[in-house]
């Protein structure tokens, strides 16, 4: 079972700041694109940031300019920078791995308060 090890999250005001990150095996590091998807509670699960393994980002329009996504390929770990947060932004934020399949994290809360 591969294991992808996310942390960061918890609660923050409007306006805060969160990072997020998510460790994988270096054998998955190193070939999978990486990124996160989100889930507030009564909505369908989105993509919010992914990066290939060249660096290559994009993002969700409601997020452009508020969250950065960036690997440390020496750490083999994915990162999330999230400023500027709204309740809107409310939601558990999953890691994931994906090459020919999906690899997912537990899943971290994050919660926005107004």
């Known amino acids: 079972q591969v294991q992808l090890v996310e942390s960061g999250g918890g609660l923050v005001n409007t306006g805060g700041s969160l990072e997020l990150s998510c460790a994988a095996p270096?054998?998955?590091?190193?070939?999978?694109?990486m990124g996160w998807y989100r889930q507030a509670p009564g909505k369908q699960r989105e993509l919010v940031a992914s990066?290939?393994?060249?660096?290559?980002?994009n993002y969700a329009d409601s997020v452009k300019g508020r969250f950065t996504i960036s690997r440390d390929n020496a750490k083999n770990t994915v990162y999330l920078q999230m400023n500027s947060l709204k309740p809107e932004d409310t939601a558990v934020y999953y890691c994931?791995?994906?090459?020919?399949?999906?690899?997912w994290g537990q899943g971290t809360q994050v919660t926005v308060s107004s």
């Open positions: 990066i290939t393994t060249p660096g290559s980002t």
């Open positions: 994931y791995a994906r090459r020919r399949e999906y690899l």
């Open positions: 270096e054998s998955i590091f190193s070939i999978y694109t």
